[in-house]
């Protein structure tokens, strides 16, 4: 419960994952932000029943050029960013996604648009950025808060990455934290609601430039639009 009277709700299952989420405003209003059966997650082990549902899906046919599919910031204005944002998903959406599927599955995730939040780059093994550095958030938060003064219920992925530098484990954990810290910016600066937000760590699994070496390009944040994938809201 906030201060203004907004109520946010989360149901979780037992293993944390999101399950549901919404934003119920001082009338009474609800804003569905994230919405799974749960009858469909009665999972005993969290891991060995975990089925990819990207697995039944075609391969990936982009009929679109690069550069309506991946967008870098640093090379656009702030209307282009929004309206980048407000693009459908890339093919059709089947089904109605838990937030944990769309975490895990990369066919998932690779169906909907990508900006790159070029200009801002960690510090190697570091998850924090400096505060000259927070200005390469700008354009994306004020598109992304046009985009919810629109639809409430929009939720972004903010993806984390590192290089090759260090091992899997300690990349994963400061990808974690590298996508942890660019939320808190865009929440603590720019005021763009938490619960909007999810957040996760891809290690070194999709580097950017193919390199063993240290890279700053590779240590990065990139930014999906996911509402179409787990609520009706976006329907």
């Known amino acids: 419960m906030r201060p203004n009277g907004v109520r946010i709700v989360t149901v979780r299952n037992r293993w944390g994952d999101v399950l549901k989420r919404s934003r119920f405003s001082p009338d009474g209003r609800e804003f ?3 919405y799974y059966d749960e009858e469909e997650d009665d999972r005993d082990d969290r891991e060995s029943f975990f089925i990819d549902p990207g697995e039944d899906l075609p391969p990936l046919r982009l009929n679109i050029p690069a550069r309506d599919y991946i967008l870098d910031v640093e090379y656009a204005d702030e209307e282009e960013v929004e309206l980048f944002f407000r693009q ?3 093919e059709q959406v089947r089904r109605i996604y838990s937030v944990e599927e769309v975490k895990r599955s990369a066919r998932l995730r690779d169906s909907v648009r990508r900006i790159e939040v070029g200009g801002l780059t960690f510090d190697s093994g570091k998850a924090t950025i400096s505060s000259s550095q927070v200005g390469a958030l700008s354009k994306v938060a004020r598109a992304m808060l046009a985009v919810l003064d ?3 219920a929009e939720t972004f992925l903010i993806e984390g990455h590192t290089d090759a530098v260090g091992s899997e484990t300690s990349n994963l954990v400061l990808s974690d934290q590298r ?5 808190q910016i865009l929440t603590d600066f720019y005021k763009v609601p938490p619960e909007n937000l999810v957040t996760q760590g891809y290690g070194e699994r999709y580097l950017k430039v193919k390199t063993e070496a240290s890279e700053p390009i590779n240590r990065r944040v990139t930014i999906k639009r996911i ?5 009706v809201a976006d329907r």
């Open 150 to 152: 629109e639809n409430p």
């Open 179 to 183: 996508a942890a810290v660019v939320a």
């Open 88 to 90: 459908p998903p890339v």
């Open 32 to 34: 569905i932000l994230a």
């Open 227 to 231: 509402t179409s994938l787990i609520t």
